[in-house]
């Protein structure tokens, strides 16, 4: 196999052990981080209804700076739109990613507005 295709898999299994332990209810349903090399998506996902809460994306938006800043601007912004809908407590879904840089910054300023994790 080539390397590429390994490390795929090494990142699937990374994300299965984390989603293995955590699940959305509607007390506290899950905030999923998506970081790809252009874009960061969040969303805030109610498991047992199956249904979508609030979701915040840099796709289609012209926003400046680097990775660590879009990531700050969306984590506020889906912060913002959960306390709208009525979420003050989530579950943080990492997936394959490790908790530094970008996803901290992302969850940091999620906190500053008011979401607790």
Known sequence: MSE??????????????????????????????RISNLHIEAQIIDDEKRVTLAAATTVGQKMTGNKTEKAAVIGADI???????????????RGSRKYASRLASLADAARKEGLEF
Not at 14 to 26: D, E, Q, S
Not at 79 to 93: E, F, I
């Open 4 to 33: 590429l295709v390994n490390k795929k898999n090494r990142a699937v299994r990374r994300a299965n052990r984390v989603r293995a332990k955590i699940t959305g209810t509607a007390e506290r349903p899950r905030l999923v981080v």
């Open 79 to 93: 912060a913002k739109k959960a306390v709208k809908a009525g979420v003050k407590k989530v579950v943080l879904d």
